[in-house]
């Protein structure tokens, strides 16, 4: 069964999870991943050198590692589920970590 909304608890796992990665792998401060929540969605922006854009959606299903990736796809302006076929898909796991991997493979700065 997949959760309605994504818990308090669960969001600030999230947000710490996308900060420790930022410090990580950023040396910019102008380059780096953000997160909206929708509903039972996480959205990971990320801002490169001032401009920011979305890169994937992720969809609760209750599991810290076991997140459902849609990739953003400019051509339709849309997150896409069923697209597998891109730089860095290997890197989706089901984990937050994964999906920010693959979004820099697949939209590099």
């Known amino acids: 069964m997949k959760a ?3 818990p308090k608890d669960v ?4 947000e710490e999870i996308v900060t420790q990665y930022n410090r990580k ?5 102008d380059c ?3 997160v909206r929540f929708k509903g039972k969605y996480v959205c990971l922006d990320r801002c490169d050198y001032g401009n920011m854009g979305p ?4 969809t609760y299903t ?6 459902e990736f849609a990739i953003f796809k400019w051509s339709s302006e ?5 697209e597998f076929m891109f730089p ?3 890197h989706v796991d089901g984990t937050i970590e994964g999906a920010m991997m693959a979004g820099l493979e697949a939209y590099p700065i």
């Open 88 to 90: 860095g898909s290997k």
């Open 55 to 58: 890169i994937c959606r992720l």
């Open 11 to 14: 969001k600030s796992q999230v």
């Open 25 to 29: 792998n950023s040396n910019r401060d």
């Open 4 to 6: 309605k909304g994504i």
């Open 62 to 67: 209750g599991k810290m590692d076991g997140w």
């Open 78 to 82: 849309t997150y896409d589920p069923d």
């Open 32 to 34: 780096y991943y953000e």
